[in-house]
């Protein structure tokens, strides 16, 4: 079953502490994305990677930061210097850039801070 | 700086009913518009808009594309309760990082 998988569902930390979250794609996807989706709004684009060892910031990336050592993997690390990091955290992946391609998304991941 | 506007913000209808929900959008070289349907979680996709005028048609769902007016407009006919959702509409920017609207919630009663 091809797909992209975000783990976990739920996180819960406290303030002041780093935190990674797991993206994992086995769809052969060259690029992929993460978005951070506040309630009633739509995504914004916090950080995407085209290719294997690098990635760019997006609209919202201060306080988060990436690795893309594997091309099936881009986890991203909510810093404690994110001032309001509770948000739904989605991962997408795509073909590749260089062309108009539809982004698949993972399930998501619930990130509350107290 | 690439917009997107979605409109309205939320709607609630009967099922059997037609709903119409609108994308419009200021984007430095415009390739594509895609829409996406939210339910619970992940974002699934819908439709990949490229040419003015061309209708996209996917059951209940359509889709058309005005390149000159700079809007999109995303038609449900025959609603049932399982189109209740969030519709997002995105642009691609270079990269094809998307920029997203707001979102339209639909709710779609018995």
């Known amino acids: 079953d091809g797909g992209i998988t975000q783990s976990p569902k739920y996180l819960f930390r406290k303030e002041g502490q780093n935190v990674t979250l797991s993206c994992e794609q086995n769809?052969?996807?060259?690029?992929m994305y993460w978005y951070r989706q506040d309630p009633g709004q739509g995504l914004r684009l916090i950080y995407y990677?085209?290719?294997?060892?690098?990635?760019q910031k997006g609209d919202i990336a201060e306080g988060y930061s990436v690795s893309r050592e594997k091309k099936e993997s881009f986890p991203l690390t909510v810093t404690s210097a994110q001032k309001n990091p509770t948000a739904f955290y989605l991962c997408?992946?795509?073909?590749?850039?260089?062309?108009?391609?539809?982004?698949?998304f993972g399930p998501g991941t619930r990130l509350t801070v107290t | 700086e690439d917009k997107v506007v979605q409109s309205p913000l939320s709607l609630v209808v009967h099922e059997g009913d037609t709903v119409t929900l609108n994308c419009s959008y200021e984007?430095?070289?415009?390739?594509?518009l895609l829409w996406y349907k939210q339910e619970k979680k992940a974002p699934t996709f819908l439709f990949m808009l490229?040419?003015?005028?061309i209708e996209k048609k996917s059951g209940r769902l359509s889709s058309i594309l005005d390149k000159k007016e700079l809007f999109s407009i995303l038609n449900i006919t025959a609603t049932q309760t399982g189109d209740s959702a969030v519709y997002l509409c995105a642009v691609p920017a270079a990269g094809n990082k998307l920029t997203f609207g707001g979102g339209t919630r639909v709710l779609v009663k018995p």
């Open positions: 990677s085209q290719i294997v060892n690098d990635f």
């Open positions: 997408a992946s795509s073909l590749g850039t260089g062309n108009i391609q539809e982004q698949y």
């Open positions: 984007v430095t070289n415009f390739r594509s």
């Open positions: 769809l052969n996807h060259d690029a």
């Open positions: 490229t040419s003015s005028g």
